[in-house]
Every structure is written in C-alpha cells, then in structure tokens.
C-alpha cells in the first residue's frame, strides 16, 4: 500500500488507498443507516427516509470495490509522492485544533483562544511583534465585541 523512500517521503497507490478508506466508509454509513433511521410502516411504500442514504453507502461501496480491483488486478495505478515532514506538521496542527476545542470546556473561550492565536504565531515562526500585537488584540477585540457588544455568552473559567 505505502512504503518509504530515503528522502523521507511516502508513496501512496491513490487507488487503493482511497478504495480501502471509501470501502470503510460505506460499510460503517450502510451499518448505521438502519440504526439511526427509523422504518416508517406504510403499505406500498418503496421510498423512505431510508432510500438516499443507502443508496449513496451502495454507490460508494461499488466505485471503492471498482478502485480495489482497478488498482490490484488492472494495475492502473497512480502512486503519488508526498514529502513527510509537511504532512506531519499539517496534521499536528490538526491536533492542537482538536485540543483548543476540548480546552475551551475547561479553561474558556477567551483563555483557549488566546492560546490557540499565540501557538499559531509560533508554529507559523512569525518573529514581527508587531504581527504578535494585532492577532492577541483582535481575540480580545472579537471576545468583547461578542460578549459586552451583543450580549452572546461564552464558555468561561469562571462560570
């Protein structure tokens, strides 16, 4: 499916690998529809809340057997290149993301946000203060513009 290059870059079968995530995909959309959609019992009725989803979980699990198949027994395939590092900074960025909405429960909008704004500023290397100055003024622009200005309330240490 993938495997390292010296240079410190991972090769990737698009068709495989986008056939084996979709074929996932729609095994979990076509095990969930039933569950989460309630049968309607009605005479003579062939179209339910039902019909379009697994209609789309089918579709899709058809094209991701058709890329399976294309991409093992036709051997059309495209292996694409893709440089770590980027890749793995991308997705650690990714995770903070995941970690400011979590930190918003405890520690509030303003201080997660904060946060968020002065990690963003590192991550990107940015080294103008100047550039420090507007982005932590503009969350503390935007937080009191929302909560005095129009009366919204946040999530907050406090409350």
């Known amino acids: 499916m993938t495997f390292w290059t010296k240079?410190?870059?991972?090769r990737i079968r698009t068709n495989l690998v986008s056939g084996i995530i979709f074929l996932l995909?729609?095994?979990i959309l076509l095990v969930i529809i039933p569950i989460e959609i309630q049968q309607t019992y009605q005479q003579n009725q062939y179209i339910d809340a039902k019909a379009i989803p697994?209609?789309?979980?089918?579709?899709?699990?058809?094209v991701s057997i058709y890329l399976i198949l294309k991409g093992t027994l036709l051997k059309k395939e495209v292996i694409k290149e893709y440089e770590l590092k980027p890749e793995v900074m991308g997705l650690a960025f990714i995770l903070v993301l995941a970690l400011y909405v979590f930190l918003i429960g405890i520690i509030g909008f303003f201080a997660a946000s904060l946060l968020l704004a002065v990690f963003t500023l590192f991550y990107q290397k940015v080294r103008n203060w100047k550039?420090?100055?507007i982005v932590i003024a503009m969350v503390f622009v935007v937080y009191f513009a929302f909560t005095a200005g129009l009366g919204i309330n946040f999530p907050s240490l406090l409350s």
């Open 7 to 10: 240079e410190m870059n991972i």
């Open 54 to 62: 697994q209609m789309i979980g089918i579709f899709m699990l058809l």
């Open 131 to 133: 550039l420090w100055v």
């Open 25 to 27: 995909f729609s095994i």
